[in-house]
């Protein structure tokens, strides 16, 4: 087998053209969906890699890496890619890292705060059906301001429907209909109380620009930051149901915050898991990859993803990632020393290393300006 070139055992053997193809060593993966959009290019023989999201499986995408490892310079490539092709790009932005990025592609941007707030009652059509999903997103998004122990969820399904009923659909009338309920002394404070004009404004969620930011910075702690993200991503859901006529991404920042809670995780499991059916991908987007790892819906959302990116991880999980994306030890000691904007490609059984190739004319949109 050494490259001698000595024929000790002249014995002659005919191979096949496939079978000598085995003999050379210098075969690397690669990722190429021809009618995909660029990602970057490929590290060990630098060729083009492609990829189309949209597969058969699912079009979900799971950016993963450490603090400033270009999650959301990848974000921002991907969206800006996909975007020209005429899709539909949505983003949950908790840290207002795109708004920029989308004012210089002329998208729309819906900033959060007590003077700009939504309507969490307001609903477009009136079918029984979609009143109840509605009451169940409402219930979900109340847990977060009232104790466990003070939670009635029968009160509130009963003081829901009738305020749907009534057609006067504002804080005011709900609370109202809550009456002596202690819940009421909890929910105050999005009628009246320190986050008022948030969640008690009169606009409604519409998604009629072909890309949108919804920048939830202005609303300060995470307190705030996760009902706000779970509220938004569940209307948007609602909508993109009610009308799949075209290809949208839905890109999560900080996707993690929308796992603390179990009923929030269980939501986003099946959104994520249905996604496909109504034409959506979504692109979740974390740098706290443990809260993926160790719980079961972060499982499921991690497996519900047919497109990985995995840009540079801390060491201290790279054990855990073995379990769920296979990998050589060489590779996952690779993992956690890749420079910005290197990445391992994960897609369907196949992985390989890749970089993010930002093109010149894509830099305006793509870098924040210092
Ligand atoms: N592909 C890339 N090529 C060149 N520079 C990059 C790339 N990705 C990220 N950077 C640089 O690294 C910085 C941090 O990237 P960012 O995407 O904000 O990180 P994260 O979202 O993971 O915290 C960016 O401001 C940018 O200057
Ligand atoms: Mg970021």
Sequence with gaps: MLPFNNDTLNQNKILQSTAASYLMPF?????????????????????????????????????????????????????????MRGT???????????????????????????????????????????????????????????????????????????LYESKKRNFDTFLKTLGKSEMVDYLKVLNTGSLQGIFNAKRELTLDNDLIVFDISPLGDSEKKAPAMYLLTSLIWQLVNKKSDRKRMLFIDEAHKLLIDREVAIFYREMVKQARKRNLGVVSITQDVEDFLHGEFGKAILTNSETKILLKQSYATLSLMGNIFPMTDEERQQLGSLGIGELVLFRENEHMRADILVLPSEEQYVFPKK
């Design 27 to 83: 075969v690397t993966k690669q990722i190429y969906d021809p009618d995909g959009i660029f990602l970057g290019i490929n590290a060990y023989h630098d060729t083009l890699v492609f990829i189309n999201p949209f597969t058969v499986r699912n079009s979900n995408i799971n950016i993963l890496g450490v603090s400033g490892a270009g999650k959301s310079v990848t974000a921002k490539t991907l969206a800006t890619r996909m975007y």
């Design 88 to 162: 539909q790009i949505i983003i949950i932005d908790p840290e207002g890292e795109y708004i920029e990025f989308a004012k210089n592609l002329g998208g729309e941007v819906i900033q959060f705060s007590r003077d700009n707030g939504i309507n969490p009652f307001s609903l477009q059509t009136d079918t029984r059906e979609e009143v109840l999903d509605h009451i169940t997103i409402l219930k979900t998004f109340f847990k977060f301001f009232i104790p466990p122990a003070k939670y009635d969820s029968a009160v509130l399904d009963q003081a829901l429907i009738s």
